[in-house]
């Protein structure tokens, strides 16, 4: 299998079913296409009809969206951790994965996930502090749930833990307030041995794209 993805330092999207993959256990490669260089668009369009990355590649099956590059390997591999195990909790986990799916667009767009970023704090509107109140809501209540149980937001690792990484770097490189729970979950997903080799290549990555840096 082959994961495309775009710059590891910006490609907030890539790095969700690239962090799952990897802490699933699958063997995959991964082949990164720069964002908005000249042919790019044209070279992920061979590939993917929306245009955009990820993408997953499994012979001639071509899986064109994050979340569903994650469905496609439980499915593949019968990953049964990759949610939680009570079917209540799994309702909960989905819901929290929908909404970042869908959801948090003030905060994605005005503070971009920037790897390289010393950290620092930046402005952003009401509607960006409302989102980034709802996902502090979000980790500071499962964690006080779950963090006897393991690290992730309902113990052990699972699926909602890469779909919240990239946020995760967000709160860290703009020093967004939070709670201490919420702090204390930010370090377990930033110590993550995937998390520091994805951090590790993007620093080494030449490109700088402007519009994402704040
Ligand atoms: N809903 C998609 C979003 C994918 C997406 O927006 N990818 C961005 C990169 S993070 C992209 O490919 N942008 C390039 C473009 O729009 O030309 C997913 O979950 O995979």
């Known amino acids: 299998m082959q994961l495309l993805i775009g710059n590891r330092n910006y490609s907030s999207w890539s790095l969700r079913p690239w962090l799952f993959l990897r802490m699933s256990g699958v063997a995959f490669d991964t082949r990164r296409i720069p964002l908005y260089a000249e042919g790019s668009k ?118 909602v833990d890469a779909f919240y990484a990239p946020v995760v770097l967000r709160f860290d490189r703009y020093r967004l307030p939070c709670s201490q729970l919420a702090r204390d979950y930010q370090d377990n997903v930033l110590a993550l041995p995937a998390m520091q080799e994805w951090i590790e290549a993007a620093r080494l990555e030449k490109e700088i794209l402007p519009q994402f840096e704040v």
Request: hydrophobic share 40%.
């Open 42 to 159: 044209a070279e992920i369009l061979k590939y993917s009809p929306s245009g955009k990355v990820p993408l997953l590649i499994d012979g001639d099956l071509h899986v064109w969206d994050s979340l569903a590059i994650c469905e496609y390997a439980i499915d593949r591999f019968s990953l049964s951790r990759a949610w939680p195990e009570d079917r209540a909790e799994r309702a909960e986990a989905r819901s929290i994965v929908a909404e970042m799916h869908s959801g948090f667009t003030a905060l994605r767009s005005q503070l971009s996930m920037n790897c390289r970023r010393v950290p620092a704090v930046a402005k952003f509107d009401e509607a960006a502090a409302a989102d980034i109140e709802r996902i502090d809501a979000i980790w500071t209540t499962c964690r006080h749930r779950f963090s006897k149980r393991g690290p992730g937001l309902f113990g052990e690792w699972s699926l």
